[in-house]
């Protein structure tokens, strides 16, 4: 399946720049290579139609389009604040268009996204995978993983040099000054290439403010350092949080932890970081207006974090199937609310208090602190990943092929991981 799905998201990729590009040609009465990168690919649309596919699969009528049309605008949303992030940068603006969202994504748009991703599940999906399938399997993933490879080091080329560029322009052109070697010379040539080809497709881009760095501080403003750390602080409250609410709704305690080390939820840790770099821009606005932002993000997070653990873990660890107003069972109103609700208490309430602590610890022991619980959740990640799956195909009555399942399985053996993961339901 996932070859399949990398072929889809090249096909994507390709079909979306060659759209692009014709449209933005007609628009400006000359060639214009749209996409961020230099090959003939627009990777917005390789990831929406490659989310799409995976996360939209067993949705059908209205749901299909509603799904497309929020999986997409995500992906673009997402893109626009990374690109605005990154390069200081806004190459699209739907500013001028009714119902948009601080110009990156509007209902216009998101519906044109929704038809789209119809398309795409109907019919497109269906003709991309007989062309691959007409390839000798072999053949196929040769082409594919060679196609990704050339794709890997355009993109990570072009975005250190713009990314070099945006963020220290003074010390690119002072060392094109002193500088006189072929090498430099070759790199200032590409990096005007790429430079002037962005500005070309992207005629409309507008610059936009940094914002004030203060080094001083540890992990000042919603920088990687404070976004790492507030995803364990989330990962904690959120699991402490759902093991009260256990015991008070279904009357006894329960673990609510997503891995065997430690009571950290992985969901509720990435929702923290995700939210907070996501709408960190926009939490002064009203109540209103997070209450829904939590509301739509925290519904579409939780649907996708759904499917994912389903198809990668083998394992569903929520169903709401039994509570009214649900989706497949995977997400429901009432959770969606309380997502809101969350977004509205972190932002007015907590998170000003939690940034204020975190910017308090000095700069180098934060900084050591923050890797060393990166390296603890990696490490741990690794394991639970390994022990859920050796769960899964336990279940299934297959024996451990090597020693580290079989350590795996010394250590982590049913009765243990029913007490981590009671909820946790095995699918074939």
């Not at 399949?4 to 040609?25: D, H, I, P, Q, R």
Request: aromatic letters at 18%.
């Amino acid at each position: 399946m996932i070859w399949k799905l990398l072929w889809l998201f090249l096909v994507y990729s390709f079909a979306g720049w060659a759209l692009e590009t014709v449209l933005a040609s007609l628009k400006q009465k000359k060639f214009a290579n749209r996409g961020i990168i230099n090959g003939p690919f627009c990777l917005v649309y390789g990831f929406g139609g490659f989310f799409i596919t995976a996360f939209t699969r067993e949705l059908t009528g209205i749901w299909l389009f509603i799904g497309s049309a929020i999986v997409a605008s995500l992906v673009e949303w997402i893109a626009g604040h990374l690109i605005e992030m990154w390069y200081h940068e806004r190459w699209w603006d739907y500013r001028k268009m009714k119902w948009n969202l601080d110009g990156y994504i509007s209902v216009p748009t998101s519906c044109v996204w929704g038809l789209l991703g119809v398309f795409v599940i109907k019919i497109g999906n269906g003709l991309c995978i007989s062309v691959y399938d007409l390839l000798p399997q072999l053949l196929g993933r040769i082409l594919i993983l060679v196609v990704l490879g050339v794709l890997a080091v355009d993109a990570g080329a072009t975005l250190t040099i713009l990314f070099g560029h945006s963020k220290n322009p003074e010390r690119w052109i002072a060392t094109e000054k002193n500088l006189d070697s072929v090498t430099w010379k070759l790199g200032t040539k590409i990096d005007d290439f790429v430079n002037r080809r962005i500005t070309k497709a992207y005629p409309q881009k507008q610059h936009t403010e940094k914002e004030e760095a203060h080094p001083e501080i540890f992990a000042y403003g919603c920088s990687f350092y404070k976004v790492v750390l507030l995803f364990f602080i989330g990962a904690f409250l959120g699991d402490i949080t759902e093991t009260i609410f256990c015991r008070i709704t279904a009357g006894y305690w329960m673990s609510r932890s997503s891995v065997v080390w430690g009571d950290f939820s992985i969901v509720w840790g990435l929702a923290i970081a995700a939210v907070t770099a996501l709408l960190y821009r926009y939490r002064n606005r009203s109540e209103q207006f997070l209450f829904w932002m939590g509301t739509f993000l925290g519904g579409a997070y939780e649907y996708i974090c759904s499917v994912f653990t389903e198809a990668v873990f083998g394992t569903v660890f929520w169903d709401y199937s039994d509570i009214p107003f649900n989706l497949a069972g995977r997400i429901n109103l009432l959770y969606c609310f309380f997502w809101g609700f969350a977004a509205v208490a972190w932002f007015k309430i907590l998170y000003p208090r939690v940034s204020r602590l975190i910017e308090k610890i000095p700069v180098k022991p934060g900084k050591i602190i923050t890797w060393l619980l990166l390296i603890f959740m990696l490490a741990d990640g690794v394991v639970s990943s390994a022990a859920l799956a050796r769960y899964n195909t336990r279940s299934n009555g297959i024996e451990a092929s090597n020693s580290f399942e079989s350590w795996v399985d010394e250590h982590f053996d049913d009765a243990r991981m029913a007490r981590i993961y009671p909820k946790a339901k095995q699918v074939g």
